[in-house]
């Protein structure tokens, strides 16, 4: 069993920034592909990042190429995202989650086993 817990949510204005990080416990974190997705109001979850055991391979949504940077650190069984240019779109509770790997992207919800409780992201205008 993994446990996860998010934090660094909060309300901010557009165009500012936030960092989120998920720490891990029980199994080891450094054998799972580990992911961010979030849940807007109304609307399916949806991936942001995703990174492998060793932060070979990351992937990101094309709403937040190029502000947010998915990272982790294996030693302290945390992952990070790094949010930059927040826009109210960026609105949503906003989950860490893994799974072991595979050779498929693992961009889906579906695909994952072990979730955090979730953190909202609040972003005004």
């Known amino acids: 069993q993994v446990q996860l817990v998010e934090s660094g949510g909060g309300l901010v204005q557009a165009g500012d920034s936030l960092r989120l990080s998920c720490v891990a416990s029980?199994?080891?974190?450094?054998?799972?592909?580990m992911a961010w997705f979030r849940q807007a109001l109304g609307k399916e979850r949806e991936i942001v990042a995703r990174?492998?055991?060793?932060?070979?391979?990351?992937y990101y949504a094309d709403s937040v190429k190029g502000r947010f940077t998915i990272s982790r650190d294996n030693a302290k069984n945390t992952g990070d995202l790094q949010m930059n240019s927040l826009k109210p779109e960026d609105t949503a509770v906003y989950y860490c989650?893994?799974?072991?790997?595979?050779?498929?992207?693992?961009?889906?919800?579906?695909?994952?086993?072990?979730w955090g409780q979730g953190t909202q992201v609040t972003v005004s205008s």
């Open positions: 989650a893994a799974r072991t790997p595979r050779i498929s992207s693992l961009i889906q919800s579906t695909q994952y086993d072990y």
């Open positions: 990174i492998s055991r060793s932060s070979g391979n990351i």
């Open positions: 029980g199994r080891t974190f450094s054998s799972l592909t």
